[in-house]
């Protein structure tokens, strides 16, 4: 079983940078991708990024790519979300959430395991 526990959100203006982190437990976190979605009052919860096993392939939805940069840290058990340039758009709860399968890349349908999310606002 493996937990997920994000962190790193908060107030931010327009054009500003935020890190958020997902800390996993459990030894079979190096061996999965990671992604990332979010979800904003009134929609659905919509795909951000993707990271593999080994951080050697990376993912991004048209919205992020460019300003948002996804990482891990196996050694620590750790998935980064860096977001730059941040718009007023990008006001979300931010999820991280896990596959039980390798494939690449993983479907929507494979995250079977999902952090408790952390909300970003970004004022204008």
């Known amino acids: 079983q493996v937990q997920l526990v994000e962190s790193g959100g908060g107030l931010v203006q327009a054009g500003g940078s935020l890190r958020l982190s997902c800390a996993a437990s459990?030894?079979?976190?190096?061996?999965?991708?990671v992604g990332w979605f979010r979800q904003a009052p009134g929609k659905e919860r919509e795909f951000v990024a993707v990271i593999n096993w080994s951080g050697g392939s990376t993912i991004y939805s048209d919205p992020v790519k460019g300003r948002f940069t996804v990482s891990r840290d196996n050694a620590k058990n750790t998935a980064y979300l860096q977001m730059n340039s941040l718009k007023s758009e990008d006001t979300a709860i931010y999820y991280c959430?896990?596959?039980?399968?390798?494939?690449?890349?993983?479907?929507?349908?494979?995250?079977?395991?999902w952090g408790q999310g952390t909300q970003v606002t970004v004022s204008s």
């Open positions: 459990g030894s079979s976190f190096r061996w999965y991708g």
């Open positions: 959430a896990q596959p039980k399968t390798t494939t690449w890349p993983p479907n929507h349908g494979d995250y079977d395991y």
